[in-house]
């Protein structure tokens, strides 16, 4: 079993920054891929940013690209999700998922375990 816990959502204007952090107990992070999705209300869960067991390997949803940062420190068990230049688009309840069995998890179904969740509204 893998535990996450998600944190750094808020409340931001448009053009602002946010750090999201999604920390794991239970296992050593380093044994999965990553991947931050997210929901809006009425909508269905969506890809973000994903990331490799190693880190050496990424992939963004377009909408994001350029944008936002995924990274991981396995030492600390630890994913991050760097988000600059936000929208009210971008506006949604944030996840993190990991998977065991893909090189990088970019869809809803290849995720294993997933945290909480945790709420990114911007205004405009």
């Known amino acids: 079993q893998v535990q996450l816990v998600e944190s750094g959502g808020g409340l931001v204007q448009a053009g602002g920054s946010l750090r999201l952090s999604c920390a794991a107990s239970?296992?050593?992070?380093?044994?999965?891929?990553m991947g931050w999705f997210r929901q809006a209300p009425g909508k269905e869960r969506e890809f973000v940013a994903a990331i490799s067991r190693s880190g050496g390997r990424t992939s963004y949803a377009d909408s994001v690209k350029d944008r936002f940062t995924i990274s991981r420190d396995n030492a600390k068990n630890t994913v991050y999700l760097q988000m600059n230049s936000l929208k009210p688009e971008d506006t949604a309840v944030y996840y993190c998922a990991v998977s065991v069995g893909v090189l990088t998890v970019t869809t809803p179904r290849q995720a294993d375990y997933w945290g909480q969740g945790t709420q990114v509204t911007v205004s405009s």
């Open positions: 239970g296992r050593t992070l380093s044994r999965y891929s």
